[in-house]
């Protein structure tokens, strides 16, 4: 038997918070990625998805973040193993490069399946 990715959203009444309940035991046990989930941490997976590799400086232009938040958010996702970062010089100038690994795409095409259905979900309450 397939398993559905949709989640039925149930009302339980005025005053109580909508909650969402798992239509599979597969997509619901895993709920959101509360790594890719982060809108920073999800510019970045997004970006890398669609680039080669990226450099720190591109990351910062493209998200329009300071180096600090950057530097937090791309080595959350280098511990969880969603990007791989080369630290190296050219010249005398550092440069530091970044790679969507195999699980980060797997992680980031799970998030967006997981979002779909949530989307799809909520359009026909």
């Known amino acids: 038997m397939a398993k559905s990715n949709a989640l039925k959203i149930e009302k339980p009444g005025p005053e109580a918070a909508p909650q969402l309940t798992p239509v599979s035991a597969g997509s619901g046990a895993r709920g959101l990625d509360r790594i890719i989930h982060e809108r920073l941490r999800l510019g970045i997976v997004s970006a890398l998805s669609v680039n080669a590799s990226l450099t720190f400086k591109d990351l910062k232009t493209i998200l329009d973040t300071t180096d600090g938040?950057?530097?937090?958010?791309?080595?959350?996702?280098?511990?969880?193993?969603?990007?791989?970062?080369e630290k190296r010089f050219e010249g005398r100038l550092p440069r530091t490069e970044y790679r969507l690994t195999e699980l980060g795409r797997t992680a980031l095409e799970g998030y967006l399946t997981h979002m779909e259905a949530l989307i799809r979900a909520t359009r026909r309450q």
């Open 69 to 85: 938040n950057l530097s937090v958010h791309s080595r959350k996702l280098e511990e969880a193993g969603y990007v791989q970062c």
